[in-house]
């Protein structure tokens, strides 16, 4: 199928006399008829369901849609994205690892990087994703288990050149973990690049209505455990599986049933079956509404590259920025809808502008189908200190815009007005 059936068909096929619309199984727990069925769920021998927390039918679908959508061999929904980005590192690296990360990445991840998971004893270095290969190269260390990016960075709007730092990955042995929140697989799909792991924050594009918040972890199946000396635990028994050797018994899907197995066992940060029902809604208009996202920010780019109160707009899509070849190669389909621009006046610009807006929104939140607005620096990037928000690509009169489905006369209309006041 092509993505526009796969979002509508891709996970759940109903059998003669079942619901057509995916149904809410809404339980925590499932029975079965003898103790050696369920000593075999356990013990990963079968398939199944036996506690929502590790699956749950109404998740295992949306799963199968969204792996199905970025091309992976397995998907595993989590509470939230940040969920998701703290698993997908944490199957890999434990206390003494270090991990590779582009520094234009949204806040919260910087964070979880630079303080939680210092906290863990996970070291992670930062590297501006347009350094050299060698500069790239010369930050692997012996103990690096993955790096770390995002296809579109927010609120940067830097574009991950994803083929470029998977061969850097791959030559070290290195799995290259992807955030694709932004693009989503309708705009570009990194595994198709080299990437070996996406991740999404769900809450966003996916669900599309800032409905319900959510995450999710895929699996490209691509990388070879066996072949890189990093990865002792996928290659070994895991003595909380009875003895399972993760490539022995799951070959391509090792990493995600890992991830199933081990942290969301323990950790337990699962999304909910009526959760993956709102994310479901989403996703089945996901193809109809990017292009439209797309359609309506590159007309709003183009406006505010015209504005004398505006000394920068971030746009991928615009043939004026540093970005824009990148984007050909990765963003055929359009840039998404997301823009970044830099007011004069900086922070009291910034607040006179955001307070005048009328149909806009201000909410922290990005990728709705309606129209809103962010002050990163006060807000979602408010706990970096200045360098730490330069290294990010943040300046204090940046603002993120966040276009929606309306119609872009009304959106330019709105934003005229606003500039007027300043």
Partial sequence: MELESLCLHAGYTPK???PRVLPIVQSTTFTYSSTKQVAQLFDLELPGFFYSRL??????????KIAALEGGVGAMCTSSGQAASLISIMTLAKAGDHVL????????????????????????TFIDERSSDEEIKAAIRPNTKAIFGETIANPSMDVLDIERIAN???????????DNTFATPILCRPFEFGADIVVHSTTKYLDGHALQVGGVIVDSGKFDWTASPRFEEFVTPDPSYHGIVYTKTFGKAAYIVKARAQLMRDLGCCQTAQGAFYINLGLETLALRMPRYCENA?????????QDKISEVRYPGLESSPNFKLAQKYLKNGASGVISFELKGGREAGAKFIDSLKMTSLQVHVADIRTCVLHPASSTHRQLTDEQLVECGITPGLIRLSVGLENVKD??????????AI
């Fill in 101 to 124: 990360s582009m520094s234009s990445i949204y806040g919260g991840t910087f964070n979880l990087f630079a303080v939680t998971l210092k906290r863990f004893g996970i070291e992670v």
């Fill in 168 to 178: 850097i990955a791959h030559e070290a042995g290195l799995p290259l973990i992807v």
């Fill in 16 to 18: 003669n006399g079942e």
């Fill in 411 to 420: 959106i330019i209309a709105d934003l005229t007005q606003a500039l007027a």
């Fill in 298 to 306: 590159l007309e709003v780019a183009k406006f505010l590259s015209t």
């Fill in 55 to 64: 699956s749950n039918p109404t998740v295992d679908a949306v799963e199968q």
